[in-house]
């Protein structure tokens, strides 16, 4: 089958088949071209504008390298040929139902239900160019199986974006790059791969004759605190957050005004400003939100509270402000009633309290082969790496970067309302003691 080269700055020469190349040259796939990986991110890490355009061919790769590794260490193959193909489709086209900012609108704001319902997924995929394109390779539901979770083999689906697919090595490796990290995962991580004979799920072999590997679990733990440095450094750094909550607010008004997610679908980063404005006439404050953002004058931290308030408090905090938008639209428009500033002035950032379940979740095969979480080795260094993440929660009340002269009144109130003291101080000390040291993280 003729293929076609293309060049990657994470992976080197990425090699697409003419089945891939006909469904990547559609418009819904050349629409990942400008989305980028990691939203606002780039007002931090300036080069850090990568596209899911680039990771949707990272991840084609990955899974195809996979695959090979398995077929390797399995001694033959692991998935029929239709199935193979199938999955590296699958890999290709994984994320385009995402749309501008998804992950802050659906997973921090929780403005529309997750791009990856198996709904949307279904509909997404039999639309427009790339849907023909997916049903002339005969393989469109194999491959919407795959990405909703259902396909004939565990494995199909759990190589492209399970708890260890290929959708996890490409962004780690990649984001890590382009945020300008000289850590990413070792090749030989790739060794430990194998597959569950009894579930057919992805797992890592961690065991050789009844012995624990170390050094395979030394590549896992690697992995993972790779993940947990960009959590802390990247995907949950204030400033990120502090944009993300100020786009998500001005989407809000506009859904308030009539925005459906469907003219979503084929907008881009930089024109989603310009698609809000026609449903904003009623809120002249989403406008000054969306002039500051594009001025970089981003809501600074007037509030901070972290997981030292208590697990029950944390909780329902969460409940509150997380999982109840109305809730938090009403305790922000208090706040800011309370404290002399106009909507959109304020804004509360609460995310979930699991922000770091997949840690414990990695599959392990046991002596007998069997898959275990990896939880139950039972090592010391894994409950040090959840703590560490659990350690990542943040509840943020920001404020306008023009309104600082109102930010000690702002951080008394919200200490009223939420009954808790503000550890904002306390934060900016830890941060300026903890400064990344990757000697630090090494276990």
């Given at each position: ?14 090699e697409l088949d003419t089945e891939a190349l006909s469904v990547l040259d559609t418009p819904e796939m050349q629409r990942l071209r400008r989305i980028a990986q990691l939203g606002t991110a780039s007002l931090v890490y300036p080069s850090a504008v990568h596209t ?36 590296r489709l699958a890999a290709l086209v994984h994320d385009v139902t995402h749309v501008p900012f998804g992950h802050t609108f659906e997973d921090e704001r929780r403005i529309w239900p997750r791009h990856d319902e198996p709904e949307h997924v279904r509909a997404m ?221 304020l804004i509360i950032y609460c995310p979930s309290e699991r922000m770091a379940s997949k840690e414990v979740e990695i599959p392990v095969l046991d002596p007998a082969g069997t898959e275990r979480p990896l939880a139950a080795l039972r090592l010391p260094e894994v ?61």
């Amino acid at each position: 089958m003729a293929s076609k080269v293309i060049r990657d700055a994470v992976h080197g020469d990425i090699e697409l088949d003419t089945e891939a190349l006909s469904v990547l040259d559609t418009p819904e796939m050349q629409r990942l071209r400008r989305i980028a990986q990691l939203g606002t991110a780039s007002l931090v890490y300036p080069s850090a504008v990568h596209t899911r355009f680039e990771h949707a061919l990272g991840t084609y790769h990955l899974t195809g390298r996979l695959l090979e590794r398995l077929e390797r260490t399995h001694g033959g193959s692991v998935l029929e040929p239709a199935q193979r193909r199938a999955t590296r489709l699958a890999a290709l086209v994984h994320d385009v139902t995402h749309v501008p900012f998804g992950h802050t609108f659906e997973d921090e704001r929780r403005i529309w239900p997750r791009h990856d319902e198996p709904e949307h997924v279904r509909a997404m995929l039999r639309r427009g160019a790339l849907g023909e394109a997916l049903e002339r390779t005969g393989l469109r539901d194999l491959v919407e199986d795959t990405l909703v979770g259902n396909p004939p083999v565990p494995l199909m689906a759990d190589l492209v974006r399970g708890t260890v697919g290929a959708d996890l090595l490409d962004y780690l490796a990649r984001d890590a790059l382009l945020c300008g990290f000289s850590r990413r995962w070792d090749e030989r991580l790739l060794r430990y791969y194998a597959v569950s004979g009894a579930t057919r799920r992805l797992a890592f072999a961690v065991y050789k004759r009844s012995l624990l590997r170390h050094d395979a679990v030394s590549e896992i733990l690697e992995l993972l605190w790779l993940r947990h440095m960009l959590c802390e450094r990247v995907y949950f750094h204030h400033a990120k957050i502090a944009a993300g909550a100020m786009i998500s607010r001005a989407v809000e008004w506009a859904v308030a005004g009539g925005l459906q997610r469907e003219a979503l679908y084929e907008a881009s980063d930089h024109g989603l400003a310009e698609l809000l404005r026609p449903y904003l006439a009623h809120e002249p404050a989403a406008g000054r939100l969306l002039a500051a953002l594009a001025a970089r004058r981003l809501h600074r931290r007037a509030y901070v509270l972290t997981r030292a308030i208590g697990t029950e408090a944390q909780r329902e905090l969460v409940a509150r402000y997380h999982h109840d938008p109305a809730a938090r639209e009403h305790a922000e428009r208090e706040l800011a009633a309370r404290t002399g500033l106009r909507p959109g002035e304020l804004i509360i950032y609460c995310p979930s309290e699991r922000m770091a379940s997949k840690e414990v979740e990695i599959p392990v095969l046991d002596p007998a082969g069997t898959e275990r979480p990896l939880a139950a080795l039972r090592l010391p260094e894994v409950d040090l790496l959840l703590e560490r993440h659990r350690d990542l929660w943040r509840l943020y009340v920001f404020v306008a970067a023009d309104r600082l002269d109102r930010r000690e009144a702002v951080g008394r109130a919200a200490s009223a309302w939420f009954g808790f003291a503000n550890e904002l101080d306390a934060e900016a000390r830890h941060a300026s003691a903890t400064r990344y040291d990757k000697r630090n993280y090494n276990v």
